[in-house]
């Protein structure tokens, strides 16, 4: 899952990054999700995924583009958008099934007394503050 999660992790700071939302969109689809496959994600996100591929590839290549970036030249802003927002969820989803596995990363509680002794380990300069 930890692949899978990367993934998608590259995608959406690709999407939430400066420029266009379809030059975003492109590279998203490019640099990080193209290589996925159903196998790679769990069922949940399948569907999601297959209308994503199926929106990428919804033009053939031409004029030395690929088919995803002559794609996503064809929709509107609103299109691309909506597209971006899909692979936001998608992360979301994948978060969330992190989180309900255990595979997510336990904070300690501060002020947590089986903790104390962690303190005990700290530079002088951070256990002031």
Do not use: Y
Not at 88 to 110: C, F, K, T, W, Y
């Amino acid at each position: 899952m930890t692949a899978v999660w990367d993934v998608f992790d590259g995608a959406v700071r690709v999407l939430v990054g400066c420029g266009p939302v379809k030059q975003r969109l492109i590279e998203a689809w490019r640099d990080h999700l193209s290589p996925l496959h159903d196998k790679d994600v769990p069922e949940a996100l399948r569907a999601d995924l297959g209308a994503l591929r199926a929106a990428m590839h919804s033009s053939p290549a031409a004029g030395g583009m690929g088919a995803a970036e002559v794609s996503v030249r064809k929709m509107s802003e609103k299109e691309a958008a909506e597209h971006a927002v899909r692979v936001l969820d998608m992360h979301l989803q994948l978060a969330s099934n992190e989180a309900d596995s255990g595979n997510a990363p336990r904070l300690r509680i501060v002020g947590d007394t089986h903790q104390a002794d962690a303190f005990e380990d700290l530079p002088a300069f951070l256990s002031r503050a």
